[in-house]
């Protein structure tokens, strides 16, 4: 944990940094961006003289609160999605309510509801606004829909006292935030190395027997939700041919589709869709494996924080070329290799390289455990918090070596 002490004059009077975090939904909801929002709250939570709490939508339509891990959750009641989308009325309105009296609002995109929301109002009362652009707004359907809210898109953005990104590669190609680069620092996700557990031989045995894998058996795992943008349907057709057994773990609305692929493969031998798996078994997945394939082919894929779960278990990675973050998470050439996405002849080609070649798959193991202690969670903490306290006069948190 970064070693953080309150010295400022606002400590002296017994202040603490309040932050709410905003996103659509928190666990136990199952997302990228939702895993990212409760290890950054819960991290938050943990230092001294710093509160934090979260502010969603409920699936239902009432409202809700409760505390997760130590953090105050309220969850707005929504009467359902839109593509993709919690529809929740009063969410603007709660947010308004509720954010006063924190130092920092921090609001994590894409989420189209909080543009509805009076920023002026809010930083009237002293709070500065914080935007985490975890992606732009990329299926053509969205994007139509999102040119007639345009004007209260750039009211937002222009309200942002901060943009962070998670990635270079994202600052880079995102549309949505050319004309706002100056205000923008990349700040990139991160994983808790302390709840990586490796397993013993003995216990990978006994998981790998539990999971049908036969002793001498190639595995390639994918863990993830099953949705367009994942490319499953290409990891599928890649391994067609390949002397191995690829599991799937993860639940989505592209489940159906995935199995019948399989079925009419005849490939059911070879490949399993697990279906949702807790923390404990994912360990065990990411322990019994040789290779991680992430196969995602839109930049709705920003980051992949699944990665860094993979290096910190010592697979190498097979990602794609997005004009996102994903392929300068893991490196090509260090950590795994990089293909064309929705390619399933090049995914088939790395994927025989890398379980062909120990020397070559030692090496990406080692680089991308070595690697993965650049998004510890501390280092990233430290990043936000920095962040946090250039926002706030006179500054909340200071920092210094013990």
Not at 11 to 22: C, F, K
Not at 303 to 330: C, H, K, R
Not at 342 to 366: K, Y
């Amino acid at each position: 944990m970064p070693r953080w002490y309150t010295v400022s004059a606002f400590a002296l009077r017994g202040r603490i940094l309040r932050v709410l975090q905003v996103n659509k939904f928190y666990a136990p909801w199952i997302g990228g961006i939702e895993t990212a929002v409760q290890e950054l709250a819960e991290g938050l939570q943990r230092l001294p003289n710093v509160h934090c709490e979260v502010l969603v939508c409920h699936e239902r339509s009432h409202r809700k609160t409760s505390l997760v891990n130590g953090v105050p959750v309220t969850r707005v009641g929504s009467v359902g999605r839109l593509l993709s989308m919690p529809i929740a009325p009063t969410f603007p309105s709660e947010l308004k309510t509720i954010a006063a009296g924190f130092d920092i609002v921090h609001v994590h995109t894409p989420f189209p509801l909080v543009m509805f929301c009076d920023w002026d109002e809010i930083k009237a009362r002293g709070a500065r606004l914080v935007i985490h652009h975890h992606s732009d707004i990329v299926r053509p359907i969205q994007r139509a829909l999102l040119q007639y809210v345009d004007g209260f898109e750039r009211r937002f953005l222009d309200s942002a006292d901060r943009i962070v990104v998670t990635s270079q590669g994202l600052l880079k190609n995102s549309r949505t935030l050319a004309s706002y680069r100056s205000k923008c620092q990349v700040v990139p996700l991160s994983i808790d190395l302390t709840k990586v557990q490796r397993l013993s031989e003995a216990e990978v045995a006994l998981a790998r027997q539990r999971f049908g894998i036969s002793e001498r058996e190639r595995v390639v795992l994918f863990a993830g939700r099953l949705v367009y943008y994942k490319g499953l349907q290409y990891l599928i057709d890649a391994v067609r041919g390949l002397d191995l057994k690829l599991l799937i773990a993860g639940e989505g609305p592209l489940r159906p589709m995935l199995e019948r692929r399989i079925e009419v493969g005849n490939l059911g031998s070879k490949i399993r869709v697990l279906g949702r798996v807790s923390d404990a078994e994912l360990a065990n997945l990411y322990s019994i494996a040789d290779l991680f394939v992430l196969p995602s082919t839109e930049p709705s894929e920003a980051f992949g924080l699944v990665q860094l779960d993979a290096m910190a278990y010592g697979l190498p990675v097979i990602n794609t070329d997005l004009p996102s973050g994903v392929p300068t998470v893991s490196v090509h050439g260090e950590t795994g290799l990089t293909v064309r996405p929705a390619d399933s002849v090049a995914l088939r080609e790395a994927i025989a390289m890398i379980l062909s070649d120990d020397s070559l798959r030692t090496r990406f193991s080692l680089n991308g455990r070595q690697r993965v202690l650049s998004f510890s969670r501390p280092a990233v903490l430290e990043q936000m918090c920095s962040l946090y306290d250039e926002l706030i006069s006179p500054p909340v948190l200071s920092r210094f070596s013990a």
